[in-house]
């Protein structure tokens, strides 16, 4: 991404200079849909990021924004309503402010990014986090990286309708060259572990579809699991969320809770004791292992969580022909990428053959993306 192209339109738009701030996308190597169940992931900033260039321009509470890559501008108040549905992120950022205490008034700013849109790489995260942490930084407002990634996470629920949880505006906020964050998204505790898995290499194959309302799927997924962890407490008061339940605890309630509630929460108890398995075996460099966890990962999300899609599912079965260490799809599921942990040797065999097989089978040229696990939200100078 180029700078300088967003500050010089910026000037050509608004006659002045404006201060840089990028925040960037993510991946995650495990922990999928643990995280709004108060369980455990493993996310990691990426390379691809949004950037926007902002200044204040006097006026109580005028909004000018201008999408770059979209070539649109929307221009509201803080009492309207965007028109632009992009405007809803940087409106919801603003209101979330507001509502701890910020006081917000008028700029001008110019955004892009290429972090792509419907990958399951969080490019809504990274807008929020970006405009987050500008505003933040341009108002000197106060507001910890902890605060930032919730104002993003409250934007989502409010303003766009995703019940989200923490993971995507903390790896955004929070990431670290060459690291890994381990993050308790209960507590919001976090390690980074540095990830540099030598002889083998992490690549992201993007499917290119985005199926169903993706957005109300997610938000009957996480219905599911409030349901299932509602029926556990009657028996467990303890049981706050599915983190806190155990199998055998779900067992309890197997007649009670819907076939379907079962499967789901079954998919998260799993998975959050995967995410644990992972880290250990991270901790002795055992590759081997956590690959074995990622397809074990990928099974569940498809066949209990019923997020993934035809097309996650061939891309993930030519990885295991070919004989790659790990993969799973990623992120929220319904299409968007696999991530794929390949030994070195295999990389390119594997890219071309994933390549050629997903574009014969389904008339889409996947998109591919090496991983380089990157710097979280920062002003740049
Ligand atoms: C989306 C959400 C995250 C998380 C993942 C699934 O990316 O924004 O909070 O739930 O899906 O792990």
């Given at each position: 991404?180029?700078?300088?192209?967003?500050?010089?339109?910026?000037?050509?738009?608004?006659?002045?200079?404006?201060?840089?701030?990028?925040?960037?996308?993510?991946?995650?190597?495990?922990?999928?849909?643990?995280?709004?169940?108060?369980?455990?992931?493993?996310?990691?900033?990426?390379?691809?990021?949004?950037?926007?260039?902002?200044?204040?321009?006097?006026?109580?509470?005028?909004?000018?924004?201008?999408?770059?890559?979209?070539?649109?501008?929307?221009?509201?108040?803080?009492?309207?309503?965007?028109?632009?549905?992009?405007?809803?992120?940087?409106?919801?950022?603003?209101?979330?402010?507001?509502?701890?205490?910020?006081?917000?008034?008028?700029?001008?700013?110019?955004?892009?990014?290429?972090?792509?849109?419907?990958?399951?790489?969080?490019?809504?995260?990274?807008?929020?986090?970006?405009?987050?942490?500008?505003?933040?930084?341009?108002?000197?407002?106060?507001?910890?990286?902890?605060?930032?990634?919730?104002?993003?996470?409250?934007?989502?629920?409010?303003?766009?309708?995703?019940k989200?949880?923490?993971?995507?505006?903390?790896?955004?906020?929070?990431?670290?060259?060459?690291?890994?964050?381990?993050?308790?998204?209960?507590?919001?505790?976090?390690?980074?572990?540095?990830?540099?898995?030598?002889?083998?290499?992490?690549?992201?194959?993007?499917?290119?579809?985005?199926?169903?309302?993706?957005s109300s799927?997610y938000n009957k997924?996480r219905e599911?699991?409030?349901?299932?962890?509602?029926?556990?407490?009657?028996?467990?008061?303890?049981?706050?969320?599915?983190?806190?339940?155990?199998?055998?605890?779900?067992?309890?309630?197997?007649?009670?809770?819907?076939?379907?509630?079962?499967?789901?929460?079954?998919?998260?108890?799993?998975?959050?004791?995967?995410?644990?398995?992972?880290?250990?075996?991270?901790?002795?460099?055992?590759?081997?292992?956590?690959?074995?966890?990622?397809?074990?990962?990928?099974?569940?999300?498809?066949?209990?969580?019923?997020?993934?899609?035809?097309?996650?599912?061939?891309?993930?079965?030519?990885?295991?022909?070919?004989?790659?260490?790990?993969?799973?799809?990623?992120?929220?599921?319904?299409?968007?990428?696999?991530?794929?942990?390949?030994?070195?040797?295999?990389?390119?065999?594997?890219?071309?053959?994933?390549?050629?097989?997903?574009?014969?089978?389904?008339?889409?040229?996947?998109?591919?993306?090496?991983?380089?696990?990157?710097?979280?939200?920062?002003?740049?100078?």
């Amino acid at each position: 991404m180029n700078a300088q192209l967003l500050k010089d339109k910026f000037k050509a738009l608004y006659g002045s200079e404006g201060s840089v701030y990028t925040s960037p996308g993510r991946i995650n190597l495990i922990g999928e849909h643990t995280d709004y169940n108060g369980g455990f992931v493993l996310p990691g900033a990426i390379d691809k990021a949004m950037y926007c260039v902002i200044k204040p321009n006097g006026t109580p509470d005028r909004i000018k924004a201008y999408a770059m890559d979209l070539s649109e501008m929307d221009e509201f108040g803080l009492d309207d309503i965007p028109i632009k549905h992009w405007g809803k992120y940087i409106f919801g950022v603003c209101h979330e402010m507001m509502k701890r205490g910020a006081t917000i008034k008028g700029f001008d700013c110019v955004f892009a990014g290429d972090v792509p849109l419907g990958a399951g790489m969080s490019s809504s995260a990274a807008l929020e986090s970006c405009f987050g942490f500008a505003l933040n930084d341009m108002y000197n407002l106060g507001f910890d990286r902890f605060e930032l990634a919730k104002i993003g996470q409250a934007t989502e629920h409010n303003y766009v309708g995703v019940k989200c949880g923490i993971m995507d505006q903390f790896a955004s906020c929070f990431g670290k060259n060459g690291s890994l964050i381990k993050l308790d998204c209960r507590s919001l505790d976090y390690e980074y572990i540095p990830f540099n898995p030598k002889g083998y290499r992490l690549v992201l194959l993007n499917t290119c579809v985005a199926h169903e309302l993706a957005s109300s799927a997610y938000n009957k997924r996480r219905e599911s699991c409030e349901n299932a962890a509602s029926y556990i407490r009657k028996y467990h008061p303890e049981v706050e969320l599915l983190r806190d339940a155990t199998m055998d605890m779900l067992k309890e309630v197997v007649n009670e809770v819907s076939a379907e509630d079962f499967m789901r929460a079954e998919f998260v108890i799993e998975e959050i004791a995967r995410m644990g398995e992972t880290c250990e075996a991270l901790t002795r460099d055992d590759f081997e292992t956590v690959g074995k966890k990622m397809y074990e990962c990928h099974i569940g999300l498809s066949r209990k969580y019923e997020v993934s899609c035809e097309e996650l599912d061939f891309l993930n079965d030519v990885a295991r022909q070919c004989g790659v260490t790990g993969s799973r799809m990623m992120g929220g599921g319904f299409g968007g990428c696999t991530i794929n942990l390949v030994k070195s040797e295999l990389h390119d065999d594997f890219v071309k053959r994933a390549t050629e097989d997903y574009e014969r089978k389904f008339r889409i040229k996947p998109k591919v993306y090496d991983v380089v696990i990157s710097d979280g939200a920062r002003k740049l100078e």
